[in-house]
């Protein structure tokens, strides 16, 4: 049984950063995917982005909005995702996702993933 726990969310202004993480435990990252989504009340989850087990190759869906960059780092179990020039419609409730897969791919659609953590939410203020 995988188990991911976000953490790094909190309230922050417009155009401010902040780095979320999600630990993983019951599997190294080298056998699994991990994948960056976000939901809004009453909209669906939206796919950020994911890295690969086998060899951290990433891929951004919407270009990671062109200020999400993903990473991570393998000795903690941790994925990263970086948030920079916060907008008020970033505002959300941010999961990571993992997929049981020794693979060099990853993919951006929740249907693929079975294990969910149970969010960080992000309150972007104007």
């Known amino acids: 049984q995988v188990q991911l726990v976000e953490s790094g969310g909190g309230l922050v202004q417009a155009g401010g950063s902040l780095r979320l993480s999600c630990v993983a435990s019951?599997?190294?990252?080298?056998?699994?995917?991990i994948g960056w989504f976000r939901q809004v009340p009453g909209k669906e989850r939206e796919a950020l982005s994911c890295?690969?087990?086998?060899?951290?190759?990433?891929r951004y869906a919407n270009d990671g909005l062109g200020r999400f960059t993903i990473s991570r780092d393998s000795s903690r179990n941790t994925v990263y995702l970086q948030l920079n020039n916060l907008k008020p419609e970033d505002t959300a409730v941010y999961y990571c996702?993992?997929?049981?897969?020794?693979?060099?791919?990853?993919?951006?659609?929740?249907?693929?993933?079975?294990?969910w953590g149970q969010g960080t939410r992000v309150t972007v203020s104007s």
């Open positions: 019951g599997s190294t990252l080298d056998r699994i995917n």
């Open positions: 996702a993992a997929e049981r897969n020794y693979a060099s791919v990853c993919y951006t659609h929740r249907d693929v993933y079975g294990y």
């Open positions: 890295v690969a087990s086998v060899d951290g190759s990433i």
